[in-house]
């Protein structure tokens, strides 16, 4: 995530549109990918952290450009990403416009690498969602999330490790998959559902819930003097949170201040429109009312 | 650098104008400045080596975003990288819209981190340079380089080390300085001069020289049909090139077809332009004729 107005993407003005720009890695979920030598939904993960992110803003992709750095080019593991980036900027409907394949030898451990995207879109000025109209009483629609994402994966792989299980035991929580493909799971990518509730619901603010969860990047999306209010048990848990709430013994408090828990995108607008989004015509598949706009500031559960 | 139609840069088209985006890194210049300890010049490479692809295309640099991987964040040494891209982003006329810094653990040996960068720029659809308008007869003006730039690093530090030669060394053909501080020296920062020249010339194609020297970069901005003579000797050689030669024992055709050899940027224009760049009132500071456009393909040295 970048700095900038809106919190989660750079503006710059051009004509009567904003470009918004946002660059973002996908951090030590790399290892996992290593430690499972399963190459081929990293790179959605790189595209969805960065285009997540631009599109908080209201803006619609257009370009994608990634890094990607190794010490010695294994051109399998290489096409493996990028068929990854490739199908992700697709699904966003964004062009991948260019790239760059550096070999640093003696950089990175062999069969290692590192990644980082860049994604560029574009706004009507006075389409900007910048959270300046959302109101006290507004509501928090959520949209599921896939997993664990791209955040978190420090402490992820720490309680891992305590745990005595390896990568391939089934999770305990849902026995079904293992622990490695419910912790590998590819980023979602919101662009286009979030694009059509632009068009169909009057969206106030849009929050991508990376690092930090709720109580660290509602706030980014809120004008002074308003705050969150969550309500718990409100949104679908998944079982790779349950797992690692019990596995690492972490606290709910922690659990919401690192993790997405479930959601992974917040929607901000008036309740109408929050009714019509869940259920009726217009619903949105898997969108949660997951709480409220409240005087204030911060994140209070209730 | 990044594929695209102009060869250096990405072209997106937006209204009447392209958007043009490029990405690189630094590569293993990396690995002198951790050596040397000196952190205050590689934001510098970091952000030219994007900028001057883009340039390249006639688009003037509008907004740069950098992604700053370590494994253990050394706040002294980011804020020297930063203020070095800060500078140069300056310098260049662009934003730094923004940045990435990831934290990851197990990734990157002690003290040591990876960049990668990316600049967006615009240019009107009617002014891009695609060397389409290049003819036989038009001329080769170069631009002069500051040293080394930021590729072939890999080769200079094989030569350095058969060299038994120490960083701290007095550059054996030039002792006022160091083989550090020459080797280290910033890559040039080429898009004033390219935007005052475009004003001023008709440039029909624009060549940043990068890893591959005159020998590869230059046929990447010629039409079908056309190549590029240049002239030996025609430009001033620059003292750390000559070490490089003589260190390593580099055949002439390798040093062409690996380094920039004193000069980073290649403008082509009409004879009588040419003449005006490097003469009389418009006289660009540094530009030198080194050769011509001559029908055939590939780069000939006479």
């Known amino acids: 995530a970048c700095p900038g107005v809106g919190g989660f993407g750079g503006l710059f003005p051009f004509g009567d549109s904003y470009l918004v720009a946002g660059t973002d890695g996908v951090g030590t979920k790399l290892k996992l990918a290593f430690d499972m030598d399963k190459h081929d939904t990293i790179g959605q993960d790189l595209v969805a ?67 980082s995207g860049f994604a560029v879109g574009s706004v009507k000025k006075d389409k900007v969602v910048d959270g300046k109209r959302v109101l006290a009483g507004d509501v928090l629609v959520g949209l599921p999330s896939t997993g664990v994402h791209s955040n978190g994966f420090s402490l992820v792989r720490r309680i891992l490790e305590r745990s005595g299980m390896s990568l391939a035991d089934p999770l305990p929580t849902d026995p079904s998959r293992s622990i490695g493909d419910a912790l590998l799971a590819p980023t979602a990518l919101y662009v286009k559902p979030v694009l059509s509730a632009l068009d169909a619901f009057d969206v106030r603010a849009l929050c991508h819930v990376t690092g930090g969860g709720f109580t660290e990047n509602l706030p980014r999306v809120m004008p002074d003097g308003l705050g969150c209010s969550v309500t718990r048990g409100s949104w679908a848990s998944l079982p790779v949170f349950e797992w690692i709430q019990q596995a690492g013994s972490v606290e709910e408090e922690e659990m919401l201040r690192t993790f997405n828990c479930g959601v992974g995108m917040v929607m901000v607008m008036p309740a109408a429109d929050a009714q019509r ?5 217009d619903a949105m598949p898997g969108a949660t009312i997951i709480g409220s706009v409240v005087e204030g500031e911060g994140v209070v559960y209730v």
Do not use: H, W
Request: with cysteine; proline share 4%; charged share 20%.
């Open 49 to 115: 952290m960065s285009v997540n992110d631009i599109v908080t803003l209201g803006a619609a992709p257009m370009f994608f450009l990634d890094y990607f750095a190794t010490s010695k080019l294994d051109v399998d593991q290489a096409e493996a990403v990028i068929v990854g980036i490739v199908r992700a900027c697709e699904e966003s409907g964004c062009a991948l416009l260019g790239g760059e394949t550096a070999e640093m030898p003696g950089f990175y451990s062999d069969g290692e690498y590192d990644l």
């Open 277 to 281: 989004c869940i259920e009726g015509p």
